[in-house]
């Protein structure tokens, strides 16, 4: 997966969460699944801007990015922010 690709995700991921809060602002819904998806949708985001970092600070050191894969979401979701 190169870079383009993981900022394609990232702007999917987010177009859907902006979608499913707007959604629940109007009152359109609010339903449990919703707030599950949307719990998905960060964990999801959040992986991948862990990805994206770590494959430029290989770039920047001069390893190959290629070789960066990505953290489990559970890794990734106990980072202090």
Do not use: F
């Amino acid at each position: 997966m190169d870079d383009r690709t993981i900022l394609s995700r990232i702007s999917e991921l987010v177009d859907e969460e902006h979608r499913l809060r707007a959604q629940a602002q109007s009152a359109q819904v609010g339903t449990d699944p919703d707030a599950d998806r949307l719990r998905e949708l960060e964990e999801s985001l959040d992986q991948c801007w862990d990805l994206l970092r770590r494959r430029r600070a290989a770039r920047a050191s001069g390893e190959d990015p290629e070789a960066t894969g990505s953290r489990p979401k559970s890794e990734v979701e106990r980072y202090l922010q």
